[in-house]
């Protein structure tokens, strides 16, 4: 919190030679602002985007282990037939490691995978 204060008071002070000596981790304060902007604007800019075919591998793999941890043989195929969303994904796998044990459902994220559009919208013909 003392950081917090720290920047505001030097945003408030002239721009002169003894004001830009003041440092903060060795570096000069315009210097680790520009830095900080630069990294929340990188942050920011990702695309969530999983395409069909990493979704299908990150599936498949947490089907596998699933099986395995309740001994069954593969009875279910979950298909990503679209380009999905990061989170999307991540909720799929999540709800099929922590199913109980016999795994016979398919869980609800999965479901909607199939029936979703795709982010990316439509392809033109």
Do not use: W
């Amino acid at each position: 919190m003392g950081s917090v204060f720290r920047i505001a008071g030097y945003l408030k002070a002239k721009m002169d030679v003894r004001a830009c000596a003041h440092t903060i981790f060795g570096t000069s304060m315009p210097i680790r602002a520009v830095f900080l902007l630069f990294t929340l604007l990188l942050t920011c800019a990702t695309d969530n985007t999983v395409d069909s075919y990493d979704g299908q591998r990150r599936i498949n793999a947490a089907m596998a282990a699933k099986y395995k941890q309740c001994n069954q043989p593969v009875s279910m195929l979950i298909l990503v037939p679209f380009d999905e969303q990061e989170p999307d994904i991540k909720n799929c796998e999540n709800e099929i490691l922590s199913a109980a044990c016999p795994f016979t459902r398919m869980p609800a994220s999965c479901f909607l995978l199939l029936i979703k559009k795709s982010p990316k919208g439509d392809v033109d013909p």
